[in-house]
């Protein structure tokens, strides 16, 4: 899941990584600097908010996220075939 996810990313270090990028002093308009969850841990090191609501606010983001790349996903390809099975995958794929 997201959620799960980004738990996973906050284990293996992500806090140090956006403090790595914060003392870059990057512009806060960079790609970098506007990735899913670095505003939120970046408000956590800024004493703004406790780490618990930081990590909330960046899996929601990343939740949102994943809507909308399934919305475009679904919009771009409704002309794909749906399959449920890897049996009717391969059927779809021998055809």
């Known amino acids: 899941s997201c959620d799960a996810r980004f738990d996973a990313m906050v284990e293996c270090g992500a806090?140090?990584?956006?403090?790595?990028?914060?003392?870059?002093?990057?512009?806060?308009?960079?790609?970098?600097?506007?990735a899913i969850g670095v505003a939120a841990l970046a408000g956590y090191i800024a004493d703004e908010m406790p780490l618990k609501e930081a990590i909330s606010l960046a899996q929601k983001q990343t939740r949102n996220y994943a809507k909308r790349q399934m919305t475009w996903i679904r919009n771009q390809m409704a002309d794909w075939p749906t399959v449920e099975t890897r049996q009717q995958a391969l059927e779809v794929l021998l055809k």
């Open 15 to 34: 806090v140090g990584e956006v403090e790595r990028l914060l003392a870059l002093g990057l512009a806060p308009d960079l790609p970098a600097m506007k």
